[in-house]
Structure formats: structure tokens, C-alpha cells
């Protein structure tokens, strides 16, 4: 057996490796699974393991946005809670859902580094602070998703 071809015994290059997939793909697909797990000589429940402990990793292919709200204490002493329940019944999905048409995938997220600012969220990549229902109408509204 070539060295090429044989499996890796470095198991700590499977983190990034589904890091590099997730960039490319959006999520981590089923049938990337078995691959990884010969790739990197550990077994599928490892790799399973290694994806459900880690939040940000997705295994069903995200909506055309992404709309992360911050449910660390800070946010959740500015009414974050009250926020995700408006967000929730307003998108009809819970978090780590996205809406039936594809438009919108709701994410929990621990600490968006503007606790001076909440509640905040992260909406396709870009920071918003001292959000309330209206303003998160708004935001969904100027993307065409509400």
C-alpha cells in the first residue's frame, strides 16, 4: 500500500476538514461521512460525534440566509428570549430549522461579542445591536424574507 493511499492517523485533521467541506457545501452531507472516517482512520460514530458537538456544524443544507440569534445572558437580560419567540413564530421554525421555503435558517448562537449592544443577532454575516421585534421585522422585510 502506497503511503498516498493510506489512511491518515491524524485524527486532528478531521476538524478542519469539516470545516473545509462546510465552507464549500453550506453543511456536512451524508454520504461525506463514510469518507471522512476512512480518511482520517476513525470510525462514522466519531466523526458523527465530533459534528453534533460542535454548534456551528449543519447536516441538512442552509437557507439563503442566516439569521443568528445571540442566547448568551447578556441578550437574554435585554429580552433575547422574548426576541427568539417573536423570531421563531414569525419564520414558523424553531432554531436549527429553515423556513419550508428555503428563505431562512434560524440559529441559536453563545455570545456574538456585543453584549454592550443587546439583544443582538447576525443576519447574513453583518451585526446588528439593540434589537427589538420591529427592528427584526424590518431586517427580514429589507431581504425579502418577511
Known sequence: MSQES??????AGLLPALHRLQDQLGYI???????????????????????????????????????QMCRAESCQAMGADALAAHASGKLGVGFGATTADGAITLEAAYCLGNCACSPALMLDGRLYGRIDAERLDELLAEGGAA
Do not use: K, W
Not at 6 to 11: I, L, N, V
Not at 40 to 58: L, T
Open 29 to 67: 452531507p451524508d454520504h461525506a461521512i463514510a469518507d471522512l472516517a476512512r480518511t482520517y482512520n476513525v470510525s462514522r460514530a466519531e466523526v458523527e460525534g465530533v459534528i453534533g458537538f460542535y454548534h456551528d456544524f449543519r447536516r441538512t443544507p442552509p437557507g439563503r440566509r442566516r439569521l
Open 6 to 11: 493510506a489512511p491518515r492517523s491524524d485524527q
